[in-house]
């Protein structure tokens, strides 16, 4: 079992960047696909970024190609995702996701999940 906690979330005006980090618990991190999901109000949760345990495979939705980056350190149990460009529409609360599977990336359904960080991104 793995417990997530999110950090780095916030206000921040359109254009602007955060970087969001999720530190994980336990010794067996390496051997998790990680992930990012986000859910704006009224909308479903949908996964916007998924690394694999090595990290030499990296998953990004549509929407955010280009502009975000997924990475993370198994030395210090943490995952990241570098904000650039952001946009209201980014507007949602995150939440780090983590899932031990066989499953192609961009599938992850998350197995763990941290309590969420808010991002707002003003227009």
């Known amino acids: 079992q793995v417990q997530l906690v999110e950090f780095g979330g916030g206000l921040v005006q359109a254009g602007g960047s955060l970087r969001l980090s999720c530190a994980a618990s336990g010794r067996t991190f390496s051997t998790y696909t990680m992930g990012w999901f986000r859910q704006a109000p009224g909308k479903e949760r949908d996964l916007v970024a998924a690394i694999s345990w090595s990290g030499r495979i990296t998953y990004y939705a549509d929407s955010v190609k280009g502009r975000f980056t997924i990475s993370r350190d198994n030395a210090k149990n943490t995952v990241y995702l570098q904000m650039n460009s952001l946009k209201p529409e980014d507007t949602a609360v995150y939440y780090c996701?983590?899932?031990?599977?066989?499953?192609?990336?961009?599938?992850?359904?998350?197995?763990?999940w941290g309590q969420g960080t808010q991002v707002t991104v003003s227009s």
């Open positions: 996701a983590a899932e031990r599977s066989l499953k192609p990336i961009a599938t992850m359904t998350g197995d763990y």
